[in-house]
C-alpha cells in the first residue's frame, strides 16, 4: 500500500477538494442572496426603529438568555414569534417594563434595564421584523 | 513487506519488482484518490437518496415538472461523457505501451469531448435561467439544479486534471513504467462519469 | 526541547489553565441559574456569567493553540522561532486585553460597557460569541496579525512539513474568518448568515486543520512512526474534514430565513462530518498500535486517544443526531443543541489543547516525562473530566428530549418556563456532573505539583 499512496497526491486533493468545495460552497452563497429578498423582508429596514431596535438588542446582550430564530443561549423563551406569542407589540413593551429590580425569589427574572419609551418601541419594531421573516415555517408552534 | 509476501510477488511475473501482492492488485492510481473518489460517491449516493425521498414525497409535481427538462440534451452529454471516458481509457493504454504521443492525442479526444458536455449543458441552463428558474422554484428544479450542478463542477474539475495530465504527458512525465499520475486522473474522471450515468436516468427520465 | 525559543510556549499553557479554570467556575454559576433562578441576581444575570463561561473558553483555546504553534513550529521547521520577545510580549498583551475585557463584562453593564468602548462607532457587540467590544476585538485582529507573522517568518526560514503548513493554514484561516465578525448588517438574516462564516467555518472548518496538526505533532513523538505515514492520515484527514465542513454550514441555513434549498445541501453534507472524527480517531489508535517506541509520557498518549474517541462522539454522533432539517426543525435551539456544544468542544479542542500541553510541558520543565506519580494523577483527572463531560451531555440530551416533547411536539405544547421547570431534575444532576468536572479540573493542576522520579529530558 506504501508504494501507491503518495503524500504528494494526498496533498494535491486537499488542495485541490478544498477548493473545489469552496467554490460549490460561494456559488451557493450568490443564489441565497439572490433569493433571501423575497424572505427577509428588507423593505421593512427603511423603518429607522428596526436599526435602533437591533442596535438596543444588541448591547443589551439579549441573546446571551434568549434565542432569535433558534440561535442564542436556552435560558430564556425564544423572541423569534414573541410579537405573535404575546399577541401584540404592546405587550412585550409591558412585559420588558414590569420586570422587577431585584428579580424573583428562587426564579429566572429578566433584569429591569430601565428603557426609555422610545426604547421600548425601537426593540418592539426589531422584534415584529423578525417575525415577519420567513423562516421555512419555524418555530412548530407559537411557544417557540 | 515482509519477506513472505515479497517471495510470492517476484514469483508472479506480473508483480512489478520491489512491490508485495497487495500493491499489484490495488486499484489503478494512488490509493489517495480513491479515498477521495468514496467521499464524492457518498455524498451523491447520499443526494441520490434524499431525491428519491423527495420524490416519493411529492410524486405529482416531480412528474409533471421532469417534461420540461431537455432530455435531448441530456442524451447527447451522456453520450459525450462516455466518449470521454472511453478516449480517457485509450490514452491509459496507449502508454502503458508506451505510444506517448498517440496517449496525449487521446487525452485532448477526451477533453474535447468533456468540454462539449460543459457547452451543451451551459445552453441547457441558460434556457432554465431565462425561463426565472433558480433554487427556489420549487422541490423538483431545486433538486434538478442541485444534482446537475454539483455534477456540472466535478466535469470542471475533471477537465482541469485532465488538461494537468494532458501537460505532463506532452512534457514526458509518464512511461510504460510509470504512469501512476495518469491512471489517478484517470479514475477521477471515470467517477465523474460513472455519476452521470446514474444521474441522466433518475433525474431526466425515470417516472 | 530542542530549541531554546520553544520555551515562549510556556505562558501561553499557563495563562490558557487559568482561564480555563474560569470558564468552569462560571459555568457552574450558570448551571446553578438554571435551578435557583435568582442566584447572583442581579449582580451577575445569566447572559454576563454566560460570556464569561463562552469567551473564556475561546480565548483559553486560541491561547493553547498559540502556544502549541509556538512549541511546535520551531521543532517541525528545525530553525529557532522568529522572535521570542515578539510572542512574549503579545502573550501579556493578550492575556491583559482578556483580563481587561472579563473586568469590564463583571463590573459595568453590558450597555454601558457598549458605550465606554466605542460600540456606536462600529456596532459588532453583543452576538454570541462575538460579545467582545470592538477594542477587544480589533486587539484580537493585531494580535493574531503579529503572532501569524511571527510564525510564518519562522516557517519560512526553516523546513517546511505538512504539519507546519496545515497548522499556518488553520491559524491563518482562522484570522481570516475572524474579519467577518466585523460584518453586521441590520437585515437579521444577512446578520446570522455571515454570523456562521466565523464560528462554524472556525469550529468545523479551520480549527479542525489546527486539531489534526496538533495531534499528528505528538503522534509522530510519541509513537515513533514515520512521518511519511503520519502526513498522508494528516491531508486525508483534513481533506475529509473541509470537503464535508464547508457545505456543512448549511446546516445552519434551515430556520433563519435562508431559502430551502439549505436543507438538502446542509443536511447532506453535515451528515458526513463525521467522518473526518472516525478517521481521526482509527488514526489515533492506528498510530499507538504500530508505535515503534514506548514513550515515557503515558498520559500524553491517553489525552491523544481520548481526542480521537471524545471528538468523534462529541462532534460526530452528537453532531449528526440533530443535523439532518426534519429533526432538527424540533431540536433547533434547545438543549440538545447545548449538549452537543458540551461534548464536542471537550472532545475536539479542550482535549487536544490538554494533549500537548502533557506532552510538552514536561518537556518545558526539563524532563522526558512527569514522574509515574504525576501522570497517575493526570490520568485520574483525564477520567474524572472526561466521564463528567459525558454525563453533561447525557443529562442535557435527556432534558433538551423532554423539552423538545414538552414544549414542540405534544398536542398542548408548554410555554418555555413551564417546560423547564419540568426538566429541573436534569439540570439538576448536570450541576453536580459539573462539580465533579471541577474536582477532574482540580486533579489535573494538581498533578503539575505532584513530586516523585522524574526521568531527565
Redesign the interface.
Same mark, same amino acid.
Given at each position: 500500500?506504501?508504494?501507491? /499512496? +503518495? +503524500?504528494t +497526491?494526498?496533498?494535491n @486533493?486537499?488542495y $485541490?477538494? +478544498?477548493l /473545489?468545495?469552496?467554490?460549490? /460552497?460561494l456559488?451557493?452563497t450568490f443564489?441565497?442572496e439572490? @433569493?433571501?429578498p423575497?424572505?427577509?423582508q428588507?423593505e421593512m429596514?427603511s423603518n429607522p426603529q @428596526?436599526?435602533a431596535g437591533?442596535?438596543l438588542?444588541?448591547?443589551?446582550?439579549? *441573546?446571551?438568555?434568549h434565542?432569535?430564530?433558534?440561535?442564542?443561549?436556552?435560558?430564556?423563551?425564544?423572541l423569534g414569534n414573541v410579537v405573535v406569542r404575546m399577541g401584540s407589540k404592546e405587550a412585550v413593551k409591558a412585559f420588558i417594563q414590569s420586570r422587577p429590580?431585584?428579580? *424573583?425569589?428562587?426564579?429566572?427574572?429578566m433584569?429591569?434595564?430601565g428603557f426609555s419609551d422610545q426604547d421600548l418601541d425601537n426593540i418592539a419594531a426589531f422584534l415584529d421584523?423578525?417575525s415577519k421573516?420567513?423562516?421555512?415555517k419555524?418555530?412548530?408552534? *407559537?411557544? $417557540? | 513487506m515482509s519477506s513472505n509476501t515479497a517471495s510470492i510477488a517476484v514469483q508472479n511475473p506480473a508483480a512489478r519488482p520491489g512491490f508485495s501482492l497487495l500493491d499489484r492488485y490495488h486499484p489503478p492510481g494512488d490509493l489517495a484518490i480513491w479515498v477521495f473518489i468514496l467521499a464524492e460517491l457518498l455524498a451523491f449516493g447520499v443526494f441520490f437518496a434524499v431525491y428519491a425521498v423527495a420524490r416519493m414525497k411529492n410524486v405529482e409535481l416531480f412528474n409533471a415538472m421532469q417534461p420540461n427538462l431537455d432530455r435531448s440534451a441530456g442524451a447527447i452529454n451522456t453520450v459525450l461523457l462516455l466518449a470521454a471516458s472511453w478516449c480517457v481509457a485509450r490514452a491509459v493504454a496507449a502508454i502503458e505501451h508506451g505510444r506517448r504521443a498517440a496517449s496525449a492525442r487521446w487525452l485532448v479526444a477526451g477533453i474535447g469531448c468533456g468540454a462539449g458536455f460543459l457547452v451543451v449543458k451551459l445552453f441547457e441552463y441558460a434556457a432554465k435561467f431565462a425561463a426565472g428558474i433558480n433554487l427556489a422554484t420549487n422541490d423538483f428544479y431545486m433538486f434538478y439544479l442541485s444534482l446537475t450542478f454539483f455534477h456540472f463542477m466535478h466535469v470542471i474539475l475533471g477537465l482541469v486534471i485532465l488538461v494537468a495530465v494532458w501537460l505532463k504527458t506532452r512534457a514526458g512525465a509518464y512511461s510504460a513504467a510509470d504512469h501512476h499520475g495518469m491512471e489517478t486522473g484517470a479514475a477521477y474522471w471515470h467517477m465523474v462519469d460513472l455519476v452521470w450515468i446514474v444521474l441522466f436516468p433518475l433525474v431526466y427520465v425515470m417516472r | 526541547m530542542q530549541y531554546k525559543s520553544q520555551a515562549v510556549a510556556k505562558p501561553y499553557f499557563i495563562g490558557a489553565l487559568a482561564l480555563f479554570v474560569a470558564q468552569i467556575l462560571f459555568g457552574l454559576v450558570m448551571g446553578l441559574q438554571y435551578v435557583v433562578g435568582d442566584f447572583l441576581f442581579p449582580h451577575i444575570p445569566f447572559n454576563v456569567a454566560r460570556m464569561v463561561h463562552t469567551n473564556a473558553l475561546i480565548v483559553w483555546l486560541l491561547m493553547g493553540f498559540m502556544g502549541a504553534a509556538y512549541y511546535l513550529v520551531p521543532e517541525e521547521s528545525e530553525t529557532e522561532l522568529f522572535s521570542p520577545k515578539l510572542a512574549i510580549a503579545l502573550f501579556w498583551i493578550f492575556l491583559v486585553a482578556a483580563g481587561l475585557t472579563v473586568v469590564g463584562y463583571l463590573t459595568v453593564p453590558y450597555a454601558t460597557l457598549a458605550k465606554m468602548t466605542g460600540n456606536d462607532l462600529l456596532p459588532t457587540m453583543g452576538r454570541e460569541f462575538l460579545e467582545q467590544p470592538l477594542l477587544t476585538k480589533m486587539g484580537i485582529v493585531v494580535v493574531a496579525l503579529a503572532f501569524l507573522f511571527n510564525i510564518t517568518m519562522t516557517v519560512l526560514k526553516g523546513r517546511k512539513t505538512a504539519i507546519n503548513t496545515v497548522l499556518l493554514l488553520g491559524l491563518w484561516g482562522l484570522a481570516v474568518m475572524f474579519l467577518f465578525s466585523f460584518y453586521n448588517p441590520d437585515n437579521v438574516v444577512k446578520d446570522k448568515f455571515y454570523w456562521w462564516w466565523v464560528v462554524h467555518l472556525w469550529v468545523e472548518g479551520v480549527w479542525e486543520l489546527i486539531l489534526g496538526a496538533i495531534l499528528a505533532f505528538v503522534l509522530i513523538k510519541i509513537t515513533g512512526v514515520d512521518r511519511e505515514v503520519i502526513e498522508k492520515w494528516l491531508y486525508v484527514i483534513i481533506t475529509l474534514t473541509l470537503v464535508t465542513g464547508i457545505i456543512g454550514t448549511g446546516h445552519h441555513y434551515y430556520w433563519i430565513g435562508t431559502p430551502e434549498y439549505w436543507q438538502v445541501w446542509g443536511g447532506i453534507f453535515s451528515a458526513l462530518e463525521p467522518i473526518p472524527f472516525f478517521a481521526l480517531t482509527l488514526f489515533a489508535f492506528n498510530m499507538v498500535n504500530r508505535r515503534r517506541r514506548e514513550h515515557p509520557n503515558k498520559a500524553a498518549t491517553l489525552w491523544a486517544l481520548g481526542t480521537g474517541v471524545m471528538s468523534f462522539l462529541g462532534a460526530g454522533v452528537w453532531g449528526f443526531l440533530h443535523t439532518l432539517a426534519p429533526v432538527n426543525y424540533y431540536t433547533h435551539g434547545t438543549q440538545i443543541t447545548a449538549a452537543h456544544g458540551h461534548m464536542a468542544f471537550y472532545g475536539a479542542y479542550v482535549m487536544v489543547v490538554l494533549t500537548i500541553i502533557s506532552y510538552a510541558m514536561p518537556l518545558l520543565r526539563g524532563r522526558a516525562a512527569n514522574s509515574n506519580k504525576a501522570q497517575v494523577a493526570e490520568m485520574w483527572s483525564f477520567w474524572l473530566m472526561t466521564i463528567s463531560i459525558t454525563f453533561i451531555t447525557l443529562f442535557l440530551t435527556a432534558a433538551g428530549i423532554l423539552q423538545v416533547w414538552l414544549q414542540r411536539v405534544s398536542d398542548n405544547p408548554m410555554p418555555f418556563m413551564v417546560a423547564q421547570d419540568q426538566v429541573a431534575l436534569f439540570y439538576w444532576m448536570r450541576e453536580w456532573t459539573g462539580v465533579v468536572f471541577l474536582v477532574g479540573l482540580v486533579v489535573y493542576l494538581w498533578s503539575f505539583f505532584v513530586k516523585g522520579e522524574e526521568k531527565a529530558a
Open positions: 500500500m506504501s508504494g501507491s /499512496f +503518495t +503524500t +497526491t494526498a496533498r @486533493i486537499f $485541490g477538494g +478544498t /473545489f468545495f469552496l467554490l460549490v /460552497f456559488a451557493l443564489q441565497n439572490q @433569493i433571501i423575497q424572505r427577509d428588507r429596514l @428596526i436599526a437591533k442596535k438588542w444588541e448591547t443589551n446582550n439579549c *441573546v446571551g438568555c434565542t432569535l430564530l433558534g440561535e442564542g443561549a436556552y435560558f430564556a423563551p425564544e429590580a431585584e428579580g *424573583v425569589p428562587g426564579r429566572r427574572s433584569p429591569q434595564f421584523y423578525v421573516i420567513n423562516a421555512a419555524w418555530p412548530p408552534n *407559537v411557544q $417557540g | - | -
